[in-house]
């Protein structure tokens, strides 16, 4: 097998990027609730869905990087380009799922299911576009099922969560409690998400078959310039949506309303 070592403060770090992720797209959650006019409901849907998207993505490149081998290794940018939109791709509907109609365990599943089935196809994507000359990989079965049904289940467990910031509950809480639940939320949330991750890495064996095709690991990427790249452009985004929440509270949220037209989340 190919010889590795993981880097902690980059598994740190991925788990800072998912935690932060988490906590914004739940104060994001707020903000697509039944009250909301279908056009700026929709902005916040679409919002919603490009921090988490990203955010777990970004959260797995950096999870890779952690992972530091003895051969050479590179990314093949277009494969790592689509493991990103494809994870945004599959959360938007999601997210228009859970939001069509009344919260029932059947729409939870089902949200849940197409949110994880996005989150396994990103992360299995993202493996097969580290790319390392010489190697093969077999998988290992209980990891990968268990990460498929942690994917699930975590993002069932954070729709649930996304409904209930979204809903009546929240006028009954101090706004203390609030915070506190999506902190809280926010740590578990990212702690599922690495989990998934690492979990989802546990189910593939790298095995060298040509040795004569392998080589120096200063033969592949330039992993502190590509975690910096990955890391400023988390914080740039989650900071932008932070901003985008601050500006909509500050105006007491003039966005929802204006005239954008009667309609729901689902419309």
């Known amino acids: 097998m190919v010889s590795a070592q993981w880097n902690s403060s980059y598994i740190v770090l991925s788990y800072i990027i998912a935690a932060l992720a988490?906590?914004?797209?739940?104060?994001l959650a707020g903000r697509a609730g039944q009250n909301f006019s279908q056009s700026a409901s929709r902005f916040w849907l679409i919002a919603q869905a490009l921090v988490l998207g990203y955010g777990i993505w970004?959260?797995?490149f950096v999870g890779m990087l952690a992972y530091q081998v003895n051969v050479a290794a590179n990314f093949n940018p277009g494969l790592t380009v689509f493991s990103g939109l494809i994870a945004v791709a599959l959360i938007y509907p999601a997210l228009r799922i859970l939001h069509a109609g009344p919260l029932s365990l059947g729409r939870l599943a089902t949200a849940g299911s197409v949110a994880g089935l996005?989150?396994?196809?990103m992360h299995y994507t993202g493996m097969a576009a580290y790319q390392m000359p010489g190697t093969e990989v077999q998988l290992v079965w209980f990891p990968l099922i268990a990460s498929v049904l942690i994917a699930v289940g975590a993002s069932m467990v954070a729709f649930f969560l996304f409904r209930l910031l979204?809903?009546?509950?929240?006028?009954?809480?101090s706004r203390m409690a609030l915070l506190g639940v999506k902190v809280g939320a926010g740590l578990v949330m990212g702690a599922a998400v690495i989990g998934m991750h690492y979990t989802g890495m546990a189910a593939l064996n790298y095995h060298v078959v040509d040795e004569m095709k392998t080589g120096l690991a200063s033969g592949g990427v330039?992993?502190?310039l590509l975690a910096l790249i990955v890391g400023v452009v988390s914080f740039l985004?989650?900071?932008?949506?932070?901003?985008?929440?601050?500006m909509d509270a500050g105006r007491g949220g003039d966005l929802d309303e204006m005239d954008f037209g009667a309609g729901s989340a689902a419309d």
């Open 58 to 60: 970004a959260m797995h």
């Open 222 to 224: 330039d992993t502190s």
């Open 237 to 246: 985004l989650i900071g932008l949506a932070v901003t985008s929440i601050l």
């Open 22 to 27: 988490s906590y914004v797209s739940l104060e």
């Open 166 to 173: 979204s809903s009546e509950w929240v006028t009954r809480q």
């Open 118 to 121: 996005g989150i396994v196809i």
